[in-house]
């Protein structure tokens, strides 16, 4: 029997397992992954893009800034803590945000169970009451198996935006030829892009996720590509629009303004760095090619004829995981909804006396959505979900939630 078993061993269930092992008394917990090893977005990361959040909201600085898990002890243990202060930037590099997950991760390899898949949860019900949890598992062999637990903590459903983003923005085959590469592939297939062709090669760029404008942006950087196409419904990208009273047709990109999803103009101060990085690499690539070779932005789904003319196509082609909704479908009758915690974590409210006082149940999400940032009160979260744990009365009181903003 657990004290508390946590499907999934990401962000927000590392930051469990670090607060666990700071607490007075830690739990009894065990983290059930169904990847091999730890990966948070592998390939993801190109080598310039940063987190949007400073390094203080990482696994722990927030809830215990002495933690010996903070990011500024990783650098520390790296040797890269001045240079980092040197830098003058507070927001770490994404890549090195990754190797600090890794490195925090390999200190609870003990408690956790890699290659083991969660199948569903279902209540332990004794005298009308759920006493416990029991958790279905098969591992990377194929067999079955079950822990039991007093308290679960699962990821927080997918959003219905997280879960539009996933589809495929067109079913139309592209004509014969094409080369299709997958955005998680494209770290890999770099090189091969980069190289000299003749004629140049023209590229298009399909998807929605963050990973696009990232992808674009280091497109844009080589200068021996051709024309480059972006077909999204991430309105953030789309360019300023011809100024005057009748409807114009689909502009060239043309400033360095971007407009948001409100449908207000945003100025140049207003557009986030990458945005006015994508429009004035496109701007230099214009002129440096007089006028030859140039990017287009589509906003849209319809993605079979603005790449009608690319050689080498790169779509997103991301899977969605396993809802947590699917997992929990054995609780329906017993749960009234969901008590909003935090940002990043949600309490399910059972019905009065079906369940014993100590059987939880959490939902906890990161947020890292193309792995951009962690939510900022994940550290705090988790402290909130071990301090749950404790038995009534001992010790437990309500946390102040403190936000500051640099």
Same mark, same amino acid.
Not at 53 to 62: E, I
Not at 275 to 285: D, F, G, L, S
Not at 304 to 313: D, E, F, L, T, Y
Not at 350 to 358: I, L, M, S, W
């Given at each position: 029997?657990?004290?508390?078993?946590?499907?999934?061993?990401?962000?927000?269930?590392?930051?469990?397992?670090?607060?666990?092992?700071?607490?007075?008394?830690?739990?009894?917990?065990?983290?059930?992954?169904?990847?091999?090893?730890?990966?948070? &977005?592998?390939?993801?990361?190109?080598?310039?893009?940063?987190?949007?959040?400073?390094?203080?909201?990482?696994?722990?600085?927030?809830?215990?800034?002495?933690?010996?898990?903070?990011?500024?002890?990783?650098?520390?243990?790296?040797?890269?803590?001045?240079?980092?202060?040197?830098?003058?930037?507070?927001?770490?590099?994404?890549?090195?945000?990754?190797?600090?997950?890794?490195?925090?991760?390999?200190?609870?390899?003990?408690?956790?169970?890699?290659?083991?898949?969660?199948?569903?949860?279902?209540?332990?019900?004794?005298?009308?009451?759920?006493?416990?949890?029991?958790?279905?598992?098969?591992?990377?062999?194929?067999?079955?198996?079950?822990?039991?637990?007093?308290?679960?903590?699962?990821?927080?459903?997918?959003?219905?935006? @997280?879960?539009?983003?996933?589809?495929?923005?067109?079913?139309?085959?592209?004509?014969?030829?094409?080369?299709?590469?997958?955005?998680?592939? &494209?770290?890999?297939?770099?090189?091969?892009?980069?190289?000299?062709?003749?004629?140049?090669?023209?590229?298009?760029?399909?998807?929605?996720?963050?990973?696009?404008?990232?992808?674009?942006?280091?497109?844009?950087?080589?200068?021996?590509?051709?024309?480059?196409?972006?077909?999204?419904?991430?309105?953030?990208?789309?360019?300023?629009?011809?100024?005057? *009273?009748?409807?114009?047709?689909?502009?060239?990109?043309?400033?360095?303004?971007?407009?948001?999803?409100?449908?207000?103009?945003?100025?140049?101060? *207003?557009? #986030?760095?990458?945005?006015?990085?994508?429009?004035?690499?496109?701007?230099?690539?214009?002129?440096?090619?007089?006028?030859? &070779?140039?990017?287009?932005?589509?906003?849209?789904?319809?993605?079979?004829?603005?790449? #009608?003319? #690319?050689?080498?196509?790169?779509?997103?082609?991301?899977?969605?995981?396993?809802?947590?909704?699917?997992?929990?479908?054995?609780?329906?009758?017993?749960?009234?909804?969901?008590?909003?915690?935090?940002?990043?974590?949600?309490?399910?409210?059972?019905?009065?006396?079906?369940? @014993?006082?100590?059987?939880?149940?959490?939902?906890?999400?990161?947020?890292?959505? $193309? $792995?951009?940032?962690? @939510?900022?009160?994940?550290?705090?979260?988790?402290?909130?979900?071990?301090?749950?744990?404790?038995?009534?009365?001992?010790?437990?009181?309500?946390?102040?939630?403190?936000?500051?903003?640099?």
């Amino acid at each position: 029997m657990y004290d508390l078993v946590c499907i999934g061993f990401g962000p927000a269930q590392l930051a469990t397992a670090i607060a666990n092992r700071e607490s007075e008394r830690p739990a009894k917990v065990l983290f059930l992954e169904r990847k091999a090893v730890f990966l948070w &977005y592998p390939g993801a990361h190109t080598s310039r893009t940063r987190m949007e959040n400073p390094f203080m909201y990482d696994l722990a600085t927030v809830r215990n800034p002495r933690s010996a898990f903070t990011y500024v002890n990783y650098l520390l243990t790296r040797k890269r803590l001045i240079e980092f202060a040197n830098s003058d930037r507070l927001n770490p590099l994404r890549a090195e945000f990754e190797d600090y997950l890794r490195w925090c991760a390999e200190q609870f390899e003990d408690h956790v169970r890699y290659g083991n898949e969660v199948l569903k949860i279902v209540p332990e019900v004794e005298a009308d009451v759920v006493v416990a949890w029991k958790i279905a598992v098969r591992d990377s062999e194929g067999k079955l198996s079950a822990v039991r637990a007093r308290s679960v903590l699962a990821p927080s459903p997918l959003s219905d935006r @997280a879960s539009k983003s996933t589809q495929a923005l067109t079913s139309t085959d592209f004509l014969s030829g094409q080369r299709i590469i997958s955005m998680d592939d &494209y770290l890999t297939r770099r090189n091969d892009l980069r190289d000299v062709h003749e004629p140049r090669l023209n590229v298009a760029l399909v998807g929605s996720r963050p990973q696009t404008a990232e992808i674009l942006d280091d497109l844009l950087t080589c200068p021996r590509l051709g024309n480059i196409t972006v077909v999204t419904e991430d309105e953030s990208l789309k360019p300023l629009q011809v100024l005057h *009273e009748q409807k114009s047709p689909q502009p060239r990109l043309c400033s360095i303004w971007a407009k948001s999803s409100d449908g207000k103009r945003q100025s140049v101060s *207003e557009a #986030s760095d990458l945005v006015q990085t994508i429009y004035m690499r496109a701007y230099e690539k214009q002129v440096a090619s007089r006028g030859q &070779y140039g990017l287009r932005v589509v906003i849209g789904k319809d993605a079979a004829g603005p790449c #009608s003319k #690319s050689n080498v196509i790169i779509r997103d082609t991301t899977t969605s995981p396993l809802s947590s909704s699917e997992l929990l479908q054995s609780l329906d009758a017993l749960a009234l909804g969901c008590r909003l915690r935090g940002d990043s974590l949600e309490e399910v409210q059972f019905k009065r006396g079906v369940t @014993a006082e100590d059987c939880q149940v959490f939902l906890m999400s990161a947020h890292t959505e $193309g $792995g951009r940032s962690l @939510a900022k009160d994940v550290a705090v979260m988790a402290g909130q979900v071990v301090k749950a744990l404790s038995p009534k009365g001992e010790g437990r009181r309500d946390a102040t939630m403190v936000q500051a903003r640099i």
